[in-house]
């Protein structure tokens, strides 16, 4: 049987997810989500699942319009963009690593991979 929705379908991939991920986290050793870990963490750490959804509603909307390699190919290119960047200033507690020219040659080429995968 196939889902007919492709937005029915992210939803059962979030919830087929959420499943193993409480399969799995239950009966693992402590620390069981208190009060204490609820409140742990920077406000950005307790995002991850609406950008999950997001990346997922581009992915969704992008595909049909762009085609699969050209549409993995761009997120590649953003999700190294901008972890360059956040290296650079030490964005989210990550150690900072200033941009160097490798790194600028590596983006780049990946800009470069997207124009040849879009021909």
């Not at 870990?37 to 963490?41: K, L, T």
């Not at 993995?72 to 290119?77: D, E, G, N, Y």
């Given at each position: 049987m196939q889902i007919s929705s492709p937005w029915w379908a992210g939803a059962v991939s979030y919830f087929v997810g959420l499943v193993v991920m409480l399969a799995v986290a239950i009966p693992s050793p402590k620390?069981?989500?208190t009060e204490s870990?609820?409140?742990?963490?920077a406000w950005f750490s307790w995002i991850g699942g609406?950008?999950?959804a997001i990346f997922i509603a581009v992915v969704i909307l992008m595909i049909p319009r762009l085609g699969a390699a050209t549409t993995?190919?761009?997120?590649?290119?953003g999700q190294m963009t901008g972890t360059v960047i956040f290296d650079h200033f030490g964005l989210f507690g990550v150690q900072q690593h200033s941009i160097s020219l490798p790194r600028v040659v590596g983006v780049a080429c990946l800009i470069l991979g997207v124009v040849l995968v879009r021909r």
């Open positions: 620390p069981v989500l870990i609820q409140g742990a963490g609406l950008f999950g993995l190919a761009l997120i590649v290119v």
